[in-house]
């Protein structure tokens, strides 16, 4: 695919994965994503038109905090997360993505500035849905808009549902159910039952869970000493993620 002057001057570099890809590929990813989850096949091969396969380094900006909001992802493989910066340095991690995630959905409907950075954890593999294409293909198919926009709604209810939930729970319960969506999303990625690998901080365990990092750290602690886990530098394994359950109510 040829990059553009343009692409070149917004930092828009287009890289191409070598993984070879089939509509069909992207259509059962589409199928696995709940916005699209809906639709049928002819509206996801319209879909399919306006994708691009992407692939990022681990540790590359996929956009940043205030970037012009002209792209969605779908991820593919591998990870990311949203962050954004506060005063005094400190940076807060506000979600992570895995397999079948999506991120920068809005771009979809408006061109508002980006309201967090987004990079890749590890090596990732995704595609991309120009806002531009997608908007274009609202307007020529007026039911999928419809579609799209009912579930946009549904994923609104849910997020509502879940900040309601949260604000009841206590740390321990906020850390586990983190940990918990951290484990199904390596285990998308092939990981086993038991014995999960997952690679975060203690820091970025906490601001996932809304708590103080001290008050995260005593808890996994807790987990530790009954076995649940092992702590490493960077990372952690959840040997028993059925345990955890038990600390989620």
């Not at 076995?227 to 600390?247: F, M, S």
């Amino acid at each position: 695919m040829q990059t553009s002057v343009v692409d070149l001057a917004l930092g828009r570099l287009w890289y191409p994965c070598t993984m070879a890809t089939t509509s069909r590929d992207t259509i059962a990813l589409l199928q696995r994503v709940p916005l699209f989850a809906a639709l049928g096949e002819q509206d996801l091969a319209r879909v399919v038109q306006v994708t691009v396969p992407r692939r990022f380094q681990a540790g590359e900006i996929v956009f940043r905090d205030g970037d012009q909001s002209d792209t969605c992802y779908i991820v593919r493989s591998g990870c990311a997360r949203a962050v954004r910066d506060h005063a005094g340095g400190r940076t807060i991690t506000l979600a992570t993505f895995g397999p079948e995630d999506m991120f920068g959905e809005l771009a979809m409907f408006d061109d508002e500035p980006r309201s967090a950075t987004v990079e890749a954890t590890e090596e990732m593999e995704a595609i991309a849905i120009l806002g531009g294409d997608m908007r274009r293909m609202l307007r020529e198919h007026p039911d999928l808009a419809v579609k799209l926009l009912a579930a946009l709604g549904r994923r609104l209810r849910d997020t509502n549902e879940r900040l309601a939930r949260q604000s009841f729970q206590t740390v321990q319960s906020r850390v586990a159910a983190v940990l918990a969506e951290l484990v199904a999303t390596a285990r998308g990625e092939g990981a086993g039952e038991r014995d999960v690998q997952i690679v975060s901080t203690q820091t970025d365990l906490a601001q996932l869970a809304g708590s103080s990092r001290e008050s995260a750290s005593r808890f996994l602690a807790v987990l530790e000493r009954a076995g649940i886990i092992t702590q490493g530098r960077g990372k952690l394994i959840v040997h028993d993620p059925a345990a955890l359950e038990g600390y989620v109510y």
